[in-house]
């Protein structure tokens, strides 16, 4: 017989989601398919306890979406539910993948204090619609929205992502950040240009695997290392080091709702033992906000110290997990969450992905990371008694970070939701700007589409240990950049940002 389980241990009871691929019937908007999503859970929970379970619900966390930018995502899906305006809605922030794995923690604790019975969890992404309606000179006839609308309760405020010597020199998306990121990890690791391809390659090969078995993804294709890594007409180069399949794909439509009760609910509805999974933790952290001020470019002291804390919780290390989704915007955000969780990339037995990655399986904005809770849950379900498993979220550039444990057998400990403290190194300081010698750190090109490099992002250290941040155009300098030699080369920082080879 299953162990006895606390009868306010919080469990994820219906997992559902939707991939609406273009010229599929049924809705587009966002909170229709997350409403979707919701129906798919609750159905999954068991026929007998889906009307029941959604009276119960008494609160719905929701992840807003780009494609409708409005305040209080959750009310329209909650609606759309049947669901009265007395239950109180939640949201993440505006911009953030923390969010899903966010509002599972935050909501998995209420249930465990008894102050909740059973809670929604979802979102959806709709940009391919929004991406094809404006090629056609259309938009979208969904209810318009209102980004001053207030949600019941706000988790998050919103921050800028980006300083204003950042945005000087063209940072000013996750596309720019992290392949600043990448070449980081690739310089603390040694190897050259090439063979850093060559690995990161590999391992988007093996998420593209993963997300050829998964019904839900949205480019379920298995794609050689070398095929990802050449550039192509439909695999143009976008960054130095990432080509197309190497960077997350937002235009897709997409929605994911997990529901989670707690364990007397669930057995007060009548939901199957098999469909329980048990939220045994969760924790938050963030790093240095803004990436020119971190330490180190190639660590995460915030991941280290939410993994330990999970780690310590449950009494477990690395070893003892089972499946694992890594947030997976970028190569560089999986690197970042192994090394600091103790991982290894390579093992053909845990890709760290149960989706394919957002790639491949898909990237619906804020919202990816409930997807990734829905895939661990299920493995879970799968796998043999006593089994953990490991969702990762994160926001902006590596920046916010949200973890869970999973189990499909009850906790040693009591659910909790950890706030680690970050032992990370003090921030760096930041020339504004700098003028002088400087020492090549990291770097980045960005492409234009027909595959010509627009321009070159540079951070420096100099002399005095300041990071500098600069920009180039200059053909010869953003040439050198892609050598191997060029990261820990010298280089003439000028005080307009702009830089030349020393």
Request: aromatic share 6%; charged share 20%; glycine share 10%.
């Amino acid at each position: 017989m299953p162990a006895a389980a606390d009868p306010h241990a919080p469990v994820l009871v219906g997992l559902g989601e939707v991939t609406r691929r273009p010229g599929d019937a049924g809705p587009t908007e966002p909170a229709a398919l997350m409403a979707v999503a919701v129906r798919a859970a609750l159905e999954d929970a068991g026929a007998a306890a889906g009307d029941a379970l959604l009276e119960r619900v008494g609160a719905i966390g929701a992840v807003p979406p780009a494609a409708w930018p409005d305040g209080d995502p959750g009310r329209r899906a909650a609606r759309l539910l049947g669901i009265g305006d007395d239950v109180p809605t939640l949201r993440s922030s505006l911009q953030g993948g923390n969010g899903p794995q966010l509002l599972v923690n935050v909501l998995a604790g209420r249930i465990q204090a008894g102050t909740l019975d059973a809670a929604i969890v979802g979102g959806a992404e709709a940009l391919s619609t929004v991406a094809r309606l404006a090629r056609e000179g259309a938009a979208p006839d969904w209810p318009a929205p209102d980004p001053d609308r207030a949600a019941d309760e706000v988790l998050e405020g919103e921050r800028a992502a980006s300083t204003e010597a950042e945005s000087a020199v063209g940072m000013i998306a996750p596309i720019m950040a992290y392949p600043l990121i990448e070449n980081a990890i690739r310089a603390a690791s040694g190897a050259t240009p090439a063979a850093h391809l060559r690995t990161i390659a590999g391992l988007w090969s093996r998420f593209s695997a993963v997300a050829a078995t998964q019904p839900a993804a949205w480019s379920p294709t298995a794609y050689g290392a070398d095929e990802l890594a050449t550039p192509s007409a439909a695999n143009r180069q976008v960054t130095f080091p990432y080509t197309k399949l190497l960077n997350s794909n937002i235009q897709v439509d997409q929605g994911a709702a997990v529901i989670l009760t707690s364990v007397a609910t669930a057995e007060a509805l009548g939901v199957p033992r098999d469909r329980w999974v048990f939220v045994h933790a969760g924790a938050r952290a963030t790093d240095e906000w803004f990436v020119s001020e971190r330490a180190e470019l190639h660590r995460s002291p915030a991941i280290r110290a939410c993994g330990e804390a999970l780690f310590a919780h449950a009494g477990i290390g690395p070893d003892d997990l089972g499946p694992i989704d890594l947030y997976s915007c970028f190569p560089a955000a999986v690197q970042l969450a192994a090394t600091e969780l103790g991982l290894p990339l390579d093992d053909p037995d845990r890709p760290l992905t149960c989706t394919g990655g957002l790639t491949f399986f898909g990237g619906p904005g804020n919202n990816y990371a409930t997807h990734g809770i829905v895939a661990v849950a299920r493995r879970l379900r799968a796998a043999p008694a006593g089994t953990l498993g490991l969702s990762t979220a994160l926001g902006w550039y590596a920046t916010k970070h949200a973890l869970g444990l999973y189990g499909n057998a009850p906790p040693s400990r009591a659910y909790a939701s950890l706030e680690p403290v970050v032992d990370a190194p003090p921030a760096r300081a930041v020339a504004r700007p700098a003028e002088g010698d400087g020492i090549a750190e990291t770097c980045t090109l960005i492409y234009d589409r027909d595959g010509a490099p627009s321009y070159g992002i540079l951070f420096a250290l100099t002399a005095d240990g300041e990071r500098a941040a600069a920009k180039t155009d200059d053909p010869a300098v953003m040439a050198a950049m892609t050598g191997d030699g060029f990261l820990g080369a010298p280089v003439r920082l000028h005080a307009d940002r702009t830089f030349d080879l020393a």
